[in-house]
Every structure is written in C-alpha cells, then in structure tokens.
C-alpha cells in the first residue's frame, strides 16, 4: 500500500492548514489498518512513579476523529494502567519514515476493562494478539530466571479462540482523548508544521509554527 498525504497535490502549492488536519486524521486511520505503516507503532508516554516521563511503543489500534481517540490494547495488570489511573495526562509520538511526518500529541487517557468499549475492542483483536493476554505473569514482574512468560504448549502457536477467551480478564483498552495535535512533515522545499488545539468546548484552534 502507498500512503500518501495532501498537504497537498502539487509539491511547490502551498500546504493548507485546514487539509492537515484531516490528512493528519486519515494518516492514523490508516496507521491502524496497515502494520507496515509508520503510524502503526507509537511511543505512549505517561508520568511516571517518580513524576517523571515514562514511554514505551504500543500498536495503535483505533482513530477516531470524532471523538478525537487514539486508543491501545494492554495487559491490565500492567503498570501503566495504573500510572493513568494516578494521572491522566499522556503524550504520543508518531513518525513514519517513510513520509518523513512526525506527529506529536497529547491529552488524557481513560481505561477501560469491562465495559462496552472493552468488550468491542476485544471482539475485534486477533487471536495472535490474544495469546499476549494469556501470559501467567504479570507484565515487568522481575524474574529469577529467563521466560518468555508465554503457557508453554503456546509458545509456537496461537491459542484457538475458546482459548483465548481466558485472556479477557488480563485485557484492557486503552483510550487517549486528544487535545492538542502538532503535525511536523520534513519537505525539502521547506518543512511544514502546524498545531492544532482544542479547548473544553471542543473548539479547535489552528496555527503554523515556525519548523
Ligand atoms: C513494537 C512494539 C509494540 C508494542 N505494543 C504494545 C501494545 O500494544 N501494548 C502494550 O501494552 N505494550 C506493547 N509493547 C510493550 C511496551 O512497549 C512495554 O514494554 C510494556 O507494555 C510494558 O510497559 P509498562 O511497564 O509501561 O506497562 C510493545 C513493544 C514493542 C517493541
């Protein structure tokens, strides 16, 4: 699949801050269709125990534009979760190499492990990504020796799906409600970039920046 962006059409045009938005939105979307995509992976960063920065990369499972989401699959017993639930702010980082646009984001994360929202994202996930959920220990437990933490009779295959619904109860999804987008796209005709906000309301504001 080629991927594209509209800043738009002819390279030497200027770009149009009001297309960015939706190429910026259209890029997610298609970051979580296709895993060779760039925007397939990204760094999630939370505050830390200490009241640092804490990231790690996680696969980018939904975008919605309307409800201005971005949301992850993790295992509950992970601590990230509560790290969220401690505080909410989150930070995202996307690049795609490919189309050399780097998107950066941040806003609030809010957990979900029973509810609807949940159980429709677990209907959806593979039962490759299920077998993730079926792991004995919980994930960053130290260990006094190496395992893969995997049962062993999974270690070289999928579960069936019967199977894998003993992983439901270690899933949680994961959704960041953004409120502030920064799209970076190095061109060498010059770098574009520009910020998107949004205030309570929901009212966006737009602006170049200086790349
Ligand atoms: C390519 C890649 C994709 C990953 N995807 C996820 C993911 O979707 N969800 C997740 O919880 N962890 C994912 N991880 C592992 C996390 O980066 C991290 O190591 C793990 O979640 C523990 O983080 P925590 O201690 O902050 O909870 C991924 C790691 C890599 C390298």
Request: charged share 25%; aromatic share 6%; hydrophobic share 40%.
């Amino acid at each position: 699949m080629t991927h594209k962006t509209s800043e738009s059409a002819p390279d030497d045009a200027p770009p149009r801050i009001e297309a960015l938005l939706e190429t910026a939105w259209a890029s997610l979307r298609d970051g979580v269709a296709d895993a060779r995509h760039g925007w397939h992976q990204a760094a999630i960063a939370s505050i830390g125990t200490d009241g640092g920065p804490d990231a790690r990369t996680v696969v980018v499972r939904s975008a919605d534009q309307v409800a201005r989401t971005v949301g992850f699959h993790t295992d509950r017993r992970s601590g990230k979760i509560d790290r969220f639930r401690a505080d909410s702010r989150v930070g995202l980082l996307f690049y795609d190499r490919a189309l050399r646009i780097q998107l950066r984001a941040s806003g609030r994360a809010t957990v979900h492990e029973d509810d609807s929202l949940a159980d429709a994202a677990w209907a959806r996930s593979s039962l490759s990504s299920r077998r993730c959920y079926l792991a004995p220990m919980a994930p960053s437990s130290p260990i006094d020796a190496f395992s893969p933490n995997l049962p062993s009779d999974l270690l070289h295959r999928v579960p069936d799906e019967a199977a894998s619904e003993a992983g439901r109860d270690n899933f949680a999804l994961i959704l960041c409600h953004l409120d502030v987008m920064e799209w970076l796209h190095l061109r060498h005709d010059g770098h574009v970039r520009a910020r998107f906000s949004w205030d309570a309301s929901g009212a966006c504001s737009a602006t170049w920046l200086a790349p």
